[in-house]
């Protein structure tokens, strides 16, 4: 079965950047996209709001050829602190 959820994506080696997208899974994540923040109504653009921001309390994933690879966001803080 097909599932969809939003997730931090992870691109670049040196210098990441940190996106929200939208990945499809079956039962491992195999394609991601960036998807518009738009809705057709307030409470429409309040769930997707929450749904994305929930993406935080998720494994990161990197982007790209590393695509589903975690990325783990701990060990970059340590790394980043030497």
């Known amino acids: 079965m097909l599932s969809f959820s939003y997730r931090i994506i992870v691109t670049g080696d040196d210098d990441p950047q940190f996106e929200i997208c939208g990945v499809w899974s079956n039962p491992l994540p195999y394609r991601y996209s960036k998807e518009p923040?738009?809705?057709?109504?307030?409470?429409?653009?309040?769930?997707?709001?929450?749904?994305?921001?929930?993406?935080l309390n998720r494994e990161f994933l990197y982007g790209g050829d590393r695509f589903p690879e975690v990325f783990d966001y701990d060990e970059f803080i340590k790394q980043q602190k030497q």
């Open 37 to 55: 923040v738009k809705s057709d109504d307030l409470e429409g653009l309040r769930d997707l709001m929450y749904r994305m921001n929930e993406a």
